[in-house]
């Protein structure tokens, strides 16, 4: 078992910037690739960006340089940069787990399908 445990959201104005963390405890960290995923109210859940094990991203077109994923497997977090924010980036975002070797292609990694592990999420919200 893992359990996630995200954090960081809050309020930020359009153009600001904002860092979700996401801590990992149970089985060991580094051999899980991570992802993050976001919610928008009336919306289906939307791959945001995932990290493999050994440091391989994978982003969703929508943030076009803006949003950056990193981790830190000593410290069993992984965390998102957002950049340049927007109203329309408003949502719940969740931190997500899967085996390491489970994925390889983009489309297995934006699949939510394919986690076995969620947090809870943590709330940004975009003000104009």
């Known amino acids: 078992q893992v359990q996630l445990a995200e954090s960081g959201g809050g309020l930020a104005q359009a153009g600001g910037s904002l860092r979700v963390s996401c801590a990992a405890s149970?089985?060991?960290?580094?051999?899980?690739?991570m992802a993050w995923f976001r919610q928008a109210p009336g919306k289906g859940r939307e791959f945001v960006a995932a990290?493999?094990?050994?440091?391989?991203?994978y982003y969703a077109d929508f943030m076009k340089g803006r949003f950056t994923i990193s981790r830190d497997n000593a410290e069993n977090t992984v965390y998102l940069q957002m950049n340049s924010l927007k109203p329309e980036d408003t949502a719940v975002y969740y931190c997500?787990?899967?085996?390491?070797?489970?994925?390889?292609?983009?489309?297995?990694?934006?699949?939510?399908?394919?986690?076995?592990?969620w947090g809870q999420g943590t709330q940004v919200t975009v003000s104009s």
């Open positions: 997500a787990a899967v085996r390491s070797g489970s994925c390889s292609t983009y489309g297995c990694y934006s699949s939510s399908n394919v986690y076995d592990y």
């Open positions: 149970g089985r060991t960290f580094s051999v899980y690739d």
């Open positions: 990290i493999s094990w050994s440091g391989s991203r």
